[in-house]
């Protein structure tokens, strides 16, 4: 009983915590009267929002806009844009006008605070409004769309306090916008490590798609081996396997980088040494060379196996290469330089059983993760390893039904190189109505992009151009997600393809714009 009234207590105790505390972060009150007159007087305030004086220099302000639709629209898309009808309408080329213009309005800014920070105009009228606009912006679409989100992170105060955790968001969008012209913006704002540093990786993950002046390159390369990667802190760790991916996507000789890559490469299972190991096979580096080899003869076992041939079940002795993640990603890695040995090593781990089974299905799943990452010249001298275990998968499904999500697994990482037969594969599963399939397939696409990847999708998006789809592949791919959204009921896929179209549409305009 008394333990019963504790946790009651507790409960009302936690209670009041969350509703006085409870308010979003994003969220302020102009309780200041000179600070309240501003407010008051601005005429974008007084477009939206209702303001009634009470005397002595203070003023009311609403907590809804004097808009009831847009009331009710704010109220159902409180998690984001891409999670509600009206996001989803918009998507369908069905959207209500007017509102990429309030979206705008939402990304307007001004220091009204009394301590000099800068709060989003609109967010007297609701909570989030302004954060939720720098998402939703790069799909309702606006002329000056670019502007305004660059104006929300061209200064530190900006993007400590105005966005902190939320700084991503405005980058993400610039990318989806094709707003290279921007790119310095972006670059300055890296720097800032206050809350979060996710905007780092959300940059570094696609950055390679534009073609970077000199300068710009520098300040990239400097950001990476001067601050991120001698770190020790954790906060800006978590940006070194993105910057790895980039350096190792636009073939750094930077000695000192190099030298980290190689020094993150005997991490063991971290996702640093994973990314470390992926980039020093792109770049074909010699030293690592010798370090993967020794450590693949070291893996080197023979076994005895048993397989079921019709009636009878027949021992034989097969050669095996341990099938751990770090192993794996070394060999691949190796692979992709051209050694014949990891070549063999890499036969096996996609290879089958006289039964039709794998030989082992994480080396499966590793083995195809690891190629994805590979680049275009790596990609040439592995593909038809991958490709023919690929296709003749697929036609063992019929006895291998278990076998399906790993086929698809692969299926994705061999499409994030164009392969065309991995694109009738996935087109494939977009038409069936197994949702969980669809979501995979979709994360593959990028609707997951800006996480370290795995061990199942890759670097979590599709090329386009060199080494990848081609522009129009690329864009039957997105004609067909588009038409199939609507027979989707899941929310959470609904997100998922909105996400991924807005990444391989934003490949395809940085392709034909020539980014």
């Not at 302000?61 to 629209?73: A, G, I, P, T, V």
């Not at 275990?389 to 076998?403: E, I, M, S, T």
Request: charged residues 25%; contains cysteine; positive net charge.
């Amino acid at each position: 009983m008394k333990q019963g009234m504790r946790n009651l207590s507790m409960g009302i105790v936690l209670g009041l915590v969350l509703l006085l505390h409870g308010h979003d972060s994003h969220a302020w009150r102009p309780y200041d009267k000179a600070i309240q007159k501003k407010v008051a007087n601005d005429p974008l305030v007084k477009k939206y929002v209702k303001a009634r004086h009470l005397g002595n220099g203070h003023y009311a302000f609403s907590s809804q806009f004097k808009n009831d639709r847009l009331n009710r629209m704010m109220q159902q898309c409180r998690g984001g844009f891409f999670t509600c009808a009206e996001g989803w309408k918009v998507f369908r080329g069905k959207g209500r006008p007017g509102l990429a213009q309030f979206f705008a309005d939402a990304l307007r800014v001004a220091p009204w605070r009394k301590d000099g920070k800068w709060v989003f105009k609109l967010n007297t009228g609701y909570p989030r409004t302004g954060y939720l606009a720098t998402e939703a912006i790069a799909l309702f679409g606006h002329k000056q769309a670019a502007d305004l989100l660059a104006k929300t992170i061209d200064n530190q105060s900006k993007l400590s306090y105005l966005l902190c955790r939320g700084k991503f968001q405005p980058y993400v969008s610039l990318w989806r916008l094709g707003a290279k012209h921007k790119l310095d913006v972006m670059i300055k704002g890296l720097t800032n490590h206050r809350c979060t540093t996710r905007h780092v990786r959300e940059l570094l993950h696609r950055l390679d798609a534009w073609t970077l002046s000199k300068a710009q390159k520098k300040k990239v390369l400097d950001l990476c081996v001067e601050t991120i990667f001698p770190s020790a802190e954790s906060r800006l760790q978590q940006s070194i396997p993105a910057c790895a991916q980039y350096l190792g996507r636009v073939g750094t000789k930077n000695s000192d980088a190099l030298e980290f890559l190689v020094k993150f490469s005997g991490g063991g299972d971290t996702p640093s040494a994973f990314a470390a190991r992926r980039t020093l096979g792109n770049l074909s580096h010699r030293g690592s060379k010798k370090v993967f080899r020794a450590a693949l003869k070291s893996s080197f076992r023979k076994r005895q196996r048993s397989a079921r041939v019709g009636r009878r079940v027949r021992r034989f002795t097969i050669q095996t290469w341990a099938e751990n993640q770090k192993n794996v990603s070394q060999g691949v890695a190796l692979a992709a330089m051209g050694d014949r040995y990891a070549k063999k090593a890499l036969r096996y781990w996609v290879g089958f059983l006289r039964d039709g089974s794998f030989h082992n299905t994480s080396a499966w799943a590793y083995a195809f993760n690891e190629a994805a990452f590979a680049s275009p010249k790596g990609w040439k001298r592995i593909r038809s390893i991958l490709a023919k275990a690929f296709k003749k998968g697929v036609k063992l499904l019929r006895k291998r039904p278990n076998h399906k999500r790993y086929i698809t697994q692969a299926a994705i990482n061999l499409l994030q190189h164009g392969d065309k037969s991995a694109l009738k594969y996935v087109m494939k599963v977009i038409r069936g109505n197994d949702m969980h399939e669809i979501q995979e397939v979709l994360s593959g696409c990028g609707s997951t992009l800006g996480k370290d990847a795995g061990t199942r999708w890759g670097p979590r998006h599709l090329r386009v151009g060199k080494g990848g789809l081609s522009v129009k592949t690329a864009q039957k791919l997105v004609k067909l997600i588009r038409r199939k959204f609507k027979f989707w009921g899941s929310r959470h896929l609904k997100v998922h393809a909105i996400r991924a179209v807005l990444e391989i549409e934003a490949r395809i305009t940085a392709v034909k714009k020539r980014l």
